[in-house]
């Protein structure tokens, strides 16, 4: 049973950094993409940054420049380095990875609070 783990959320004043961690994939075979969403209260999931089996990466356009996402294949974590953070950045920040293994599947973890306050 995968269980994907988010830490790293917290509260945080404008300007300040959080960095995020992701936990639990190591089981997994075939990992495709692994990215961070996040989703405001009355908002859509929205993308964050995605990171390819390769090491390629992708960010939104709110995300670019401040936040950088990377991963540990020694121990099987992820990250999301936050910085310059902003009110409009508070949101619930959820782990996720597609594996291709027959069948394709996605996973995704229960997510952590990111609260930035102005």
């Known amino acids: 049973q995968v269980q994907l783990v988010e830490s790293g959320g917290g509260l945080v004043k404008s300007g300040g950094s959080l960095r995020l961690s992701c936990t639990g994939f190591?089981?997994?075979?075939?990992?495709?993409?692994m990215a961070w969403y996040r989703q405001a209260p009355g908002n859509e999931r929205e993308l964050v940054a995605s990171?390819?089996?390769?090491?390629?990466?992708d960010y939104a356009d709110s995300a670019k420049g401040r936040f950088t996402i990377s991963k540990n294949n020694a121990d099987n974590t992820m990250y999301l380095q936050m910085n310059s953070l902003k009110p409009e950045d508070t949101a619930v920040y959820y782990c996720y990875v597609y594996s291709a293994y027959r069948p394709p599947h996605e996973y995704w973890g229960d997510g952590t609070l990111v609260t930035v306050s102005s």
């Open positions: 190591g089981s997994i075979f075939t990992i495709v993409t």
């Open positions: 990171i390819r089996s390769g090491g390629a990466t």
